[in-house]
């Protein structure tokens, strides 16, 4: 099993988390970015830098994704791909995409997007905030204590 970041946005507490989580289990943790990344020294965490553009990092992680990998990220194709490849998809505010809840994140991020496309002010994400960060490590620990090889 590997863990791939979507790290472009995601939040640094969560990099941190999953650094500590690599270096403790000895997993293999890859970050990709269209941006450099500062990452701690370790045998177990690489960063894969890609071009610019509109999801190469997510297609990037999904050409490299293995079933059964987990994947930390907030994009919902993304999700959605790496659950069809039988990976797992994590939210980096704790919540897991599954094959019962992709549907639904799909069709409500799809009217969102159709909504600000014809000017209704729809909103972002709220602030990233201490109990977003400690539901994400909880799910992470709960998934790494059933899934991580001994």
């Known amino acids: 099993m590997q863990i791939w970041v979507d790290a472009d946005a995601c ?3 969560i990099k941190e988390i999953l650094f500590r989580a690599a270096g403790r289990l000895g997993l293999p943790l890859t970050l990709v970015a269209n941006k450099a990344l500062q990452v701690p020294p ?11 553009g509109f999801d190469v990092a997510d297609r990037e992680i999904e ?11 907030a994009d919902i194709p993304l999700a959605a791909a790496v659950i069809a490849k039988d990976g ?3 939210d980096p505010r704790g919540e897991f995409f599954t094959r019962d809840n ?4 799909l069709a409500m991020r799809n009217l969102m997007d159709e909504l600000r ?5 729809a909103g ?13 490590a909880n799910q992470l620990d709960r998934f790494l204590a059933r899934n991580a090889p001994r």
């Open 124 to 136: 972002g994400p709220s602030a990233f905030t201490h109990a977003d960060r400690t539901a994400f």
């Open 117 to 121: 496309g014809v000017g209704m002010e």
């Open 88 to 90: 797992h998809a994590l």
């Open 11 to 13: 939040p640094r507490a």
């Open 63 to 73: 050409r490299l994704l293995q079933p059964g990998d987990l994947v930390v990220t």
């Open 102 to 105: 992709i549907g639904e994140r």
């Open 42 to 52: 370790s045998p177990h965490i690489r960063v894969i830098r890609v071009a610019a």
